[in-house]
């Protein structure tokens, strides 16, 4: 419990950082995820046409 101060703040700029990266992320896997359903619609509709 006991922790001293300068750890705080490493781990306020640690917080930071991955808030940072972490919108990173979920840019990332939006737009991975927009292009999964792009190609999924195209699959269903080359089902649908045989």
Same mark, same amino acid.
């Given at each position: 419990?006991?922790?001293p101060?300068?750890?705080a703040r490493n781990e306020?700029?640690? /917080?930071r950082k991955t808030s940072r990266t972490? +919108? %990173?992320a979920a840019k990332l #896997?939006?737009?991975?995820? #927009? %292009? +999964?359903m792009k190609k999924n619609a195209k699959l269903y509709k /080359? +089902? %649908?046409?045989r």
């Open positions: 419990m006991g922790k101060m300068t750890s306020e700029k640690m /917080e972490s +919108l %990173e #896997i939006r737009q991975a995820s #927009i %292009e +999964l /080359e +089902l %649908e046409n």
